[in-house]
C-alpha cells in the first residue's frame, strides 16, 4: 500500500510511520512521498535519511503566493493536492501538517475535482491528522497547551490523542482511533508532552493501517 504524509515540523510521527513500513503493524505499506510546507523541516531529513530513502518534496505557502499573485491560497492546496494525486497515494496522513486544507484540495483526493492536466483519481484517496486532543475537546491550534492548562485548572477531567478523518470543518472528522493520555495535576507541560508523543506514535500507526485497510486490505 502507498503513503503519502504531509509534514511541517519535526516528524516525529513520520518517524514512527518510517519505522512501521512493512512490519506487522502496518504490513505491506511504503511511503511514497513525503510533503513539508517548509522547506527545513526535519522530517524531510528522517525521510531522505531512511533505509531507503523516501522521495520528499515541499511547497511553501508564502514563496507560492509571492511567485504567482493572481494565486490564492486556494491555489496552494491544489498544487500540494496535484504534487499528492500524481504519486498515487491509497491515503494521505497529515502528520503535523500545519495548514487547513481547503475544500479544493479534499475535492480533488475525493475525486469530485480534476486539476487541469491530470487524471482523475480512480478511487477517494482518503486524509486522515493527527490532532493532540481527544475530540471535540480542543480543535484548532495550540491544543495541547490549550488541554494542559485547562486540565491544570480543573476544567476537564481527562487528556488525549485522537486521529481522525479530514474533513471540512477543523478537526471534526470521524476519530478513526482515539487514546487517553495520563496528566497530573503540578506536572511540567514538558513531562506531560513527552507522555503524549509517545502515545502519538501509537496511534497514528493503528490509524493509519485502520484507513488503508479500508482502501487495499
Ligand atoms: C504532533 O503533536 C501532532 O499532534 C500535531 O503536530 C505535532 C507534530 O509533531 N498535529 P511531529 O512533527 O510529528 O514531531
Redesign the pocket.
Known amino acids: 500500500r502507498r503513503l503519502a504524509v504531509l ?9 514512527a510511520l518510517i519505522n512501521a513500513q512493512n512490519t506487522p503493524s502496518l504490513p505491506n505499506t511504503h511511503i511514497i512521498l513525503v510533503l513539508s510546507n517548509r522547506k527545513h ?1 526535519y ?1 524531510l531529513t528522517r525521510a531522505s535519511t531512511a533505509t531507503p530513502p523516501i522521495p520528499t518534496t515541499h511547497l511553501a505557502l508564502q514563496p507560492f503566493l509571492k511567485a504567482h499573485p493572481d494565486k490564492t491560497r486556494e491555489d496552494y492546496d491544489l498544487e500540494v493536492a496535484r504534487k499528492l494525486v500524481r504519486v498515487k497515494p491509497d491515503a494521505v496522513v ?5 495548514h487547513i486544507v481547503s475544500e479544493g484540495f479534499l475535492d480533488v483526493l475525493k475525486g469530485v475535482r480534476v486539476l487541469d492536466g491530470e487524471e482523475p483519481v480512480e478511487r477517494e484517496i482518503p486524509v486522515i ?4 486532543a481527544l475530540f471535540g475537546q480542543f480543535d484548532g491550534a495550540h ?2 497547551e490549550r488541554g494542559f492548562e485547562a486540565f491544570q485548572r480543573g476544567e476537564v477531567g481527562e487528556l488525549g ?1 485522537m486521529v481522525h478523518r479530514v474533513v471540512r470543518e477543523v478537526d471534526r472528522g470521524e476519530p478513526l482511533v482515539q487514546r487517553r493520555v495520563e496528566v497530573f495535576k503540578g506536572e511540567r507541560i514538558e513531562d506531560y508532552e513527552e507522555r ?2 509517545k502515545v ?1 506514535w501509537e496511534v497514528i500507526v493503528e490509524a493509519t493501517r485502520m484507513v488503508l485497510d479500508e482502501v487495499r486490505p
Open positions: 509534514i511541517s515540523g519535526n516528524g516525529t510521527n513520520l518517524q523541516a522530517g497529515c502528520a503535523g501538517w500545519m491528522n493527527i490532532h493532540p491544543a495541547v490523542v503524549l508523543h502519538e
